[in-house]
């Protein structure tokens, strides 16, 4: 928080370091919170990038109060909805990469199961709403409440409830029939 705080007044006095620093500090949080939105590494990435170049050329206005990793969550998760609203997203592609396969890298059985796993979440992930999937992945990736959720989303708290309870249970469901193919 203290360490938030410095950086926070260095980058608005306009040091490159302290914006350096914010990125690594924050940006495999951020990436992960975005990926968990939109289902492509390339358009997270995307996001994430087009938030701190928003967020560098901001600086001489730069005035946040709160958690700096709030802030910039925000940024990310209203320009993740921003991304996802003019794609019209297409079905995930469950296309496996012989390449990717074959590399050394990924020989040890737990990464193969990893990826598998993650690959399986990610496609019931994707066929939530998105209003769902902002919920579930707000509460569980980005360990916001549901009251800032709701503010973050412009609705009631028992609205965020139902949203993240029905995307819950979809997903069980989703993946149960996974489980038993």
Not at 52 to 68: C, T
Request: aromatic residues 8%; proline residues 1%; contains cysteine.
């Amino acid at each position: 928080m203290v360490e938030d705080e410095l950086l926070k007044w260095q980058f608005k006095h306009g040091s490159s370091d302290a914006l350096r620093r914010i990125y690594e500090k924050y940006q495999d949080f951020l990436l992960t919170v975005a990926m968990s939105l939109l289902n492509d590494v390339n358009l997270a990435e995307d996001v994430l990038h087009d938030v701190f170049v928003s967020f560098a050329e901001s600086s001489k206005e730069f005035k946040i109060r709160g958690s700096l990793k709030y802030y910039l969550m925000v940024c990310v998760v209203n320009r993740a909805r921003d991304r996802f609203r003019r794609s019209k997203r297409q079905p995930l592609s469950l296309e496996i990469d012989d390449d990717k396969i074959r590399s050394d890298e990924k020989e040890a059985w737990e990464k193969v199961i990893s990826d598998e796993q993650s690959m399986i979440l990610n496609t019931a992930m994707a066929r939530l709403s998105y209003e769902q999937k902002e919920a579930v992945t707000l509460h569980l990736k980005a360990g916001m409440r549901f009251k800032q959720i709701a503010k973050l989303q412009n609705v009631t708290v028992s609205t965020v409830q139902g949203r993240y309870r029905y995307g819950l249970d979809k997903l069980k469901s989703i993946l149960n029939g996974e489980i038993e193919k």
